[in-house]
């Protein structure tokens, strides 16, 4: 049974249900989950503990998501702390958002956009492109590469399609002449050295 009990500024819901069932916490459209307690237990039996780590695990697996659903089937997530006795799991839980300007993800939670040359991995947070390519920072899932016949030079990490440039490769003892007429724009010459 869902309760919400105010406490603070934030509001606190509570779920208990029993063992072979799924629990599915929610929040609205742009909150997210932060569990407050968890408990999964066996409540007629006096001489089997608590599952001591299914608070860890239960915020490992639902903490910074929308909605998240938990099997507690005995053996399964939070293992048989009392083989054979009923069990039960009692979790709350708050709905809560980012401050303005912050980006959600799955790992770190709530963290600033990233600066250039990086992309958000919803596990670590801002995360640094690989060498070559390119990414403008912010809420950017990926890094890209250069469109075909361009690169970012080597050793370095873009912050955008404009650090790209033309590919030019000439052999020993030659001068490259790069034009920009346009005429010849897109071709490149080049010369042996006399």
């Known amino acids: 049974m869902l309760a919400g009990i105010a406490l ?6 509570s779920e208990e249900i029993g063992e072979n069932l ?8 742009g909150e997210h989950i932060k569990i407050v307690k968890a408990k999964y237990w066996a409540p007629h039996s006096w001489f089997c503990s ?18 998240c659903s938990i099997n507690t089937a005995p053996n399964g997530f939070y293992g048989d702390p009392c083989f054979g006795a009923w069990k039960k799991l009692a979790v709350s839980y708050t709905c809560q958002t980012c401050d303005e300007g912050k980006l959600l993800v799955k790992g770190p939670g709530c963290i600033d956009p990233c600066e ?5 991995d919803q596990e670590n947070g801002c995360t640094l492109c690989e060498e070559g390519t390119y990414s403008p920072g912010g809420s950017a899932s990926s890094c ?4 075909s016949g361009k690169e ?16 030019a490769e000439i052999g020993e003892n030659q001068i490259l002449n790069l034009s920009c007429d346009a005429r010849d724009r897109g071709k490149l010459n080049s010369k042996p050295v006399v």
């Open 50 to 67: 608590d599952q001591h780590d299914a608070f860890s695990k239960t915020s490992d697996h639902c903490n910074h998501l929308e909605s």
């Open 152 to 167: 970012v030079a080597m050793g370095y990490i873009g912050t955008s399609e404009s650090d790209c440039s033309f590919r």
């Open 116 to 120: 250039g040359g990086n992309y958000i």
């Open 144 to 147: 890209s590469n250069c469109p």
């Open 8 to 13: 603070a500024d934030a509001e606190i819901f």
């Open 22 to 29: 799924i629990l599915d916490l929610s929040c609205v459209a």
